[in-house]
């Protein structure tokens, strides 16, 4: 389950559009922040997650956000500012089993496009030809369709798929999405399936195409309300900052995990009626050239560092769904998951330390936009005490216990990843 936000120019202080995305996966799915330089390929083919598609003879530098067994990314932008991010929605249309997944049409669209309007374009002409679909999940069956949110400096667009069929409508202001078909009878474009269904009395794509059942429970559509009323209530001033802190946010203050539900934007896994967490996030001033990637779990808990296409620092080994303390991403999700069994206790100092480095690293960026030269040693500082920061606190968490139910299903998927906390809790 994921949640997209986005601002265009006269809807944000500075004038920029803003792009943010939460993505939300099953708890071990570590997530690889990557930069991809620009490419020339004399291949011709590239596999994607579960097919072979062609190649073509360059392709775009880009950063993704990817699930670690996945080609395509959950979301990313390209050397041209263009950004984009999916969420899955459940429609009365079957899956097909094998195809392109959402996430691959991301990858795909951002090493080939150089605008949000041609990125809209390409990815149609994949579900023109019905080439979506393949499981979602690694582990089990989850087969959807995607709604995107597709950007660059000058527009937006949302783009909702189902089958062969589409919708896609220009963003003017404010929109988010999560997991739930938006688009009712004011769309901009849309195929030719839709416009017919149209043309014969009053139609509603949203509607028409929404299965109840999966929409219901994945709370898509009260997500997406709290996410759209957060943007217009600050509409015109809106901030990287806002951004941030809508991604961090939950359903209810003060938050306890055990507590949560599929309503929070910023969300911790529960159990079966939870099975999602946020295993990454973004927030893009697009333009700026700077883009803001937490590359770990739960941005709660997390800090967005300052990535750039002039660098990216090396994060190591890259992370699969079992523990390993080498890979950057497991490092700092096994420090969450101890954060966990004592959250409240913790939870508002940490706040006051994220939030002062947090604007400390805003602040420095905002004094190197004139500079970039030194955006390398930016990134390098924010990444190095982002781990300071861990390590300390670290040092400061005493495991505490967690509720039995909440604790079981936190055991079942530490074993499952081969992480021991060494806590009574997970007993």
Known sequence: MCDILVASPEATKEGVTIFAKNSDREPNEAQVLE???????????VGLT????????ETNAVILSRPWWMWGAEMGVNEFEVAIGNTAVFTRVKVPEKGITGMD??????ERTKSAREALDFIVSLVEQGLQGGNGSKNHKLYYFSSFIIADPKEAWVLETV?????AKRIEGVYSISNALTIEEDWDIAS??????AGKGSFNFAK????????????????????LEKLKEKEGEITLEYMMEILRSHSFEPYSPEKGSMRDICMHYGCLTRPSQTASSQVSELGKGIHWFTGTSNPCLSIFKPVSFEYLLDLGKEPTDKYDPETYWWRFEAFHRKFLTNYRSYIDDFSRERDALQAELIRRAREIEKTPENLKALTEWAFHEEEKLRERWERIVELGRLPFLFGRNWRKINELAGLDLGDGSNR
């Open 35 to 45: 930069l991809i330089p620009r490419m020339k390929h004399e291949e011709e083919k």
């Open 50 to 57: 579960y097919v072979d598609f062609p190649q073509v003879k």
């Open 105 to 110: 049409m991301i990858r795909l669209a951002l």
């Open 163 to 167: 089958g062969e069929e589409w919708a």
């Open 192 to 197: 030719e399936g839709v416009e017919r269904l």
């Open 208 to 227: 028409y195409f929404s299965e109840g059942f999966y929409t219901h429970f994945a709370r898509g559509r009260e997500r997406r309300a709290f996410t």
